[in-house]
Nanobody, 116 residues
Framework: QVHLVESGGGLVQAGGSLRLSCAAS????????MGWYRQAPGKQRELVAV???????NYADSVKGRFTISRDNAKNTVYLEMNSLKPEDTAVYYC??????????WGQGTQVAVSS
């Protein structure tokens, strides 16, 4: 069974930066798109950014120009570089992966808190 393991969350002041990482527990598994979602208290989970296995990316309007998603296909690892963080970026961030056989994987979530 494949799991996604996230790291890199924490508390940061507004304007600061954080880098999230997410790795599949088995590097040999075939994964198509990988991405990051977030869920703030009382709100629905929303897409933050996604990257395909050929490097195409898509971002939520609210993070364009501030967040950068990247991946290492050989390691089945995806990263989210978050700059110019705002208090409204505070949420639990979840890693997501779409496997080649049509499955969906979710990480356990990592908390990002941005203080004003």
């Amino acid at each position: 069974q494949v799991h996604l393991v996230e790291s890199g969350g924490g508390l940061v002041q507004a304007g600061g930066s954080l880098r999230l990482s997410c790795a599949a527990s088995r590097s040999a598994v075939s994964i198509n798109a990988m991405g990051w979602y977030r869920q703030a208290p009382g709100k629905q989970r929303e897409l933050v950014a996604v990257i395909t296995n050929v490097g195409s990316t898509n971002y939520a309007d609210s993070v364009k120009g501030r967040f950068t998603i990247s991946r290492d296909n050989a390691k089945n690892t995806v990263y989210l570089e978050m700059n110019s963080l705002k208090p409204e970026d505070t949420a639990v961030y979840y890693c997501n992966a779409q496997t080649a056989w049509g499955g969906t994987l979710w990480g356990q979530g990592t908390q990002v808190a941005v203080s004003s």
